[in-house]
């Protein structure tokens, strides 16, 4: 798969302290790739500095195949922070404006801001000024700006960030839709783990400014060397005692309930203690998550 972006050891420093510490990340065309970290781990600084916003110490950017920065601008558009409008306009207007901005006028530009306002759901509400909007809203309609250039690559920072449960999904449904039905790559920076997970098929995981893991999804949540089991048994601390160290790690205890690490087939760990005396009337995986990759990492 061809890549929309490569990122080869970006640095950004601010005085002694670095924001970014060569940072090396990769986005393939037709990912939804989750930019993951902490607060204050670098992520926005190192999209300022791929989107040419501001100046990198260090490193070299390639961006849907050019490494000039204004040609690399043609294709890509960008959210960074909160999106600001003219809250005295209503949602036309302000696409108006931007399409004037972008050099469209006339019928060329009123389909358009047609088409935008149908992609994000925002037909019904075009002509209200944008003051009475919701955060969510604001959100699509941000992306709606976005789309009046037809990028090829879109960046989004914490676009969920702030939305009640109902935007959330919404903007969720509307960034897998952009990568499905678009073809667009769309490069999403956040600490919210679970959406990330659910909308995300690739990630990065950054703190202090370095890159710590990247990997698709799938691959980084079965990376643990040993899986963990939720074991249930009448006698769960006697069970506890008696499986060998060697091949048996129980993590806690908490009533009749085990969770125990180990590199061997569940139905080792059921023969083993049974074989031991002990009946088990629960063994199940514990299935990982993207909070227990992210831990982890940082750890």
């Excluded at 993951?36 to 999209?47: D, H, I, Q, R, V």
């Excluded at 260090?58 to 690399?72: A, S, Y």
């Excluded at 989004?156 to 952009?178: C, F, H, I, Q, Y």
């Excluded at 061997?264 to 995986?285: C, H, I, Q, T, V």
Aim: glycine letters at 8%; one cysteine or more; aromatic letters at 4%.
């Amino acid at each position: 798969m061809p890549q929309a972006l490569t990122v080869r050891r970006l640095t950004r420093s601010y005085g002694s302290r670095k924001a970014v510490d060569a940072l090396d990340l990769e986005v393939l065309e037709g990912d939804v790739y989750g930019f993951l970290g902490p607060n204050g781990a670098g992520k926005t600084t190192a999209m300022r500095c791929i989107l040419g916003l501001i100046r990198r110490d260090e490193g070299e950017v390639t961006l849907l195949g050019d490494t000039d920065p204004v040609r690399q601008r043609r294709g890509v558009a960008a959210i960074i922070e909160t999106p600001a409008f003219h809250d005295w306009m209503t949602a036309r207007q302000n696409l108006m404006q931007a399409g004037w901005y972008g050099g469209l006028s006339g019928s060329s530009l009123d389909r358009a801001i047609a088409r935008v306002l149908e992609r994000v759901g925002l037909v019904d509400r075009a002509d209200e000024r944008t003051r009475g909007y919701s955060l969510g809203m604001r959100q699509r309609l941000a992306i709606a700006r976005c789309l009046l250039g037809e990028p090829r690559m879109l960046f989004l920072d914490e676009p969920t960030n702030g939305l009640d449960p109902a935007g959330m999904k919404d903007m969720r449904d509307l960034v897998r839709s952009l990568a499905m039905h678009d073809g667009i790559t769309v490069l999403v920076s956040s600490h919210l783990l679970a959406e990330v997970q659910a909308i995300c098929n690739r990630v990065g995981i950054i703190d202090r400014g370095r890159m710590r893991a990247e990997g698709t999804v799938a691959d980084l949540l079965k990376s643990a060397d040993q899986p963990l089991y939720r074991v249930r048994c009448a006698s769960a601390v006697a069970l506890a005692e008696a499986l060998p160290a060697e091949s048996f790690t129980v993590e806690s205890t908490d009533g009749d309930v085990l969770l125990v690490r180990t590199a061997l087939p569940a139905e080792d760990l059921n023969r083993r203690a049974f074989e031991l005396g002990f009946a088990l009337s629960m063994l199940a995986p514990v299935e990982r998550n993207l909070e227990d990759v992210f831990l982890e990492v940082l750890a």
